[in-house]
């Protein structure tokens, strides 16, 4: 009988998602962690059980392998996959997952490493391997992609009638010391902040310079700061789904150090992602900025200050025009006491736990490929709420 769960990647997602598991275990009855690097396995399952008591199996696993994969899932034999490894990793993982029978989860959407673009194409493709093996796949359930398509759905289904415009804001006004570090993996990073901007409107993609459209916007708790249209993952599936939209768009906020330094790493090429020839060797550049810069990881105890993320949301409820903002905020200090890690990899980390509850528990059942913002929003609304996320809405004039 398939039972326990096994998260793949054990950076600073997978640190809180493993975590939130742990204190979760009556859910999940047994946790394998497996990652590239046996020791940042070793090294969470050694703090969970200092700290809870609970105790975690761990393996190595090349997760850009199938085989090696499937090998482990067998194994392993458990009832759902969380993938927190990186973006590349999606198809292997998806495809080990229908091979062995087993419900997939992910917080990120497939990218390859040779082409600095993400799109739900080769994923949503796999619907009818996932229909074949009676299985399902979570795609997207962090907090942007996640949270925000489940704040989306929670407003369709409970407080508009019809929704006209959503404004997806993701500020994060934490500090953590550094002229320039990223708070997730440095290469995802910044291969999505440096791309063109692109938002939709009446059926449309409009695409914008890199950074092009600023707008400053009041966080509630956080204040007005300087927040920038980027291209985001939830756009591709949230303009899909949510029935009768007529534009999308996301914001994210950067300080202006962030983007001075970003610039000028870009203007000199170390954003690059095809291979350079020096001094006998081939390296790609991103790949050497991202082992220069702090890890991640790292910055949880130095990191001061608060996330916001939310989703401002515009349409008609009862004939009469409404506009809301549905939002959750974080204290980094507060993420890093309970798990060791900052708030952007617990604003993640929580809601990948929830999704993988949501299949482990049966309550979103199905067979397929589907997007967060497919399922009733309720359930996980309630989870964000004990598990570490409450989220408030206001009324906007
Ligand atoms: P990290 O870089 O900290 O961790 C990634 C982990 O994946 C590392 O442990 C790494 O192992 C492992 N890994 C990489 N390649 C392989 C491989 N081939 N086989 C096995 N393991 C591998 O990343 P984060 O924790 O910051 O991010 C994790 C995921 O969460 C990413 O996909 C990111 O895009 C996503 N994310 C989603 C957000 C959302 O809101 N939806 C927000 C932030 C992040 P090793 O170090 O040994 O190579």
């Known amino acids: 009988m398939q039972k326990g769960i096994l998260i793949i990647g054990a950076g600073g997602v997978s640190r809180v998602a493993t975590v939130k598991c742990a204190m979760n275990i009556d859910t999940f009855e047994h946790i394998t962690l497996a990652s590239r690097t046996i020791s940042k396995c070793e090294s969470i399952r050694d703090d969970i059980k200092k700290n809870q008591g609970i105790s975690i199996d761990v393996a190595s696993v090349d997760a850009d392998n199938v085989e090696e994969l499937v090998k482990l899932i067998k194994k392993v034999n458990p009832k759902v996959v969380l993938n927190v490894a990186l973006p590349y990793q999606d198809l292997t993982i998806m495809d080990a997952c229908t091979q062995c029978g087993v419900d997939y989860v992910d917080t990120a959407n497939y990218e390859h490493p040779d ?47 019809e929704i006209h415009t959503i404004d997806i804001m993701d500020c994060n006004a934490g500090d953590h010391g550094y002229p320039f570090a990223t708070n997730f993996n440095p290469e995802i990073n910044l291969r999505e902040v440096s791309a063109n901007g692109r938002y ?78 020096h001094k006998g060797q081939k390296i790609i550049p991103i790949e050497f900025l991202t082992t220069l810069l702090p890890d991640p990881a790292s910055l949880g105890p130095r990191t001061v200050g608060k996330t916001n993320i939310g989703c401002i949301i515009e349409g008609i409820k009862d004939g009469v025009k409404k506009k809301i903002y549905i939002y959750n905020i974080c204290d980094h200090q507060e993420c890093y006491k309970e798990t060791g890690a900052q708030a952007v990899s617990y604003t993640t980390g929580v809601p990948a736990m929830i999704g993988a509850k949501m299949l482990y528990k049966d309550i979103w059942k199905d067979k397929g490929v589907f997007n967060i913002e497919e399922f009733d929003a309720q359930p996980f609304m309630d989870e964000l709420m004990t598990q570490g996320l409450p989220w408030k809405i206001i009324e906007l004039d």
């Open 115 to 161: 082409e600095a673009k993400f799109e739900y194409k080769e994923q949503w493709a796999r619907d009818d391997q996932f229909k074949k093996a009676g299985i399902m796949a979570l795609l997207g359930s962090g907090f942007d992609p996640g949270v925000t398509g489940v704040f989306c759905a929670y407003a369709q289904q409970n407080i508009f009638d």
């Open 200 to 277: 939709w409107e009446e059926g449309k993609w409009i695409e914008t310079k890199p950074l092009e459209i600023r707008v400053d916007h009041d966080y509630p708790e956080v204040g007005v700061k300087p927040s920038y249209l980027l291209y985001h993952e939830e756009l591709e599936s949230l303009s899909k789904n949510i029935k009768g939209l007529k534009r999308i768009r996301f914001f994210m906020t950067f300080g202006d150090s962030y983007i001075a330094h970003m610039n000028c790493l870009k203007n000199v090429g170390m954003l690059g992602i095809e291979p350079v020839e």
